[in-house]
Nanobody, 124 residues
Framework: QVQLVESGGGLVQAGDSLRLSCGAS????????MGWFRQAPGKEREFVAA????????QHADSLAGRFTISRDNAKNTLYLQMNALKPEDTAVYYC?????????????????WGQGTQVTVSS
């Protein structure tokens, strides 16, 4: 089974940029579609972005208005989330997820494998 570990979170100021990483082990990353999700205190987990196995197709939540970009480097077995112009409302625990589904999906129910999450806190 694939194991996922997120890294790169931390405390930043509004307007800053941050890049999250998700390292995979146990299985080759190219076998999986990948997604990023986030969960703020008191709120439900929400979709951030998803990417196809080869990286040719991506999906991003409309509410993020192009500030976030998902990418992957299969040779390094790593998934990335580039976050620009961060806002306090972006504060949340960010999770990466993997699935053997053929097509990328924004539904968390489609992803059976999850990392432990990394905290992103944006101050004003």
């Amino acid at each position: 089974q694939v194991q996922l570990v997120e890294s790169g979170g931390g405390l930043v100021q509004a307007g800053d940029s941050l890049r999250l990483s998700c390292g995979a082990s146990g299985r080759t990353l190219s076998l999986y579609i990948m997604g990023w999700f986030r969960q703020a205190p008191g709120k439900e987990r929400e979709f951030v972005a998803a990417i196809s196995r080869g990286g040719g197709n991506t999906q991003h939540a409309d509410s993020l208005a192009g500030r976030f970009t998902i990418s992957r480097d299969n040779a390094k077995n790593t998934l990335y989330l580039q976050m620009n112009a961060l806002k306090p409302e972006d504060t949340a625990v960010y999770y990466c997820a993997a699935s053997t589904l053929a097509l990328a999906t924004p539904s968390a129910r489609g992803y059976p494998y999850w990392g432990q999450g990394t905290q992103v806190t944006v101050s004003s």
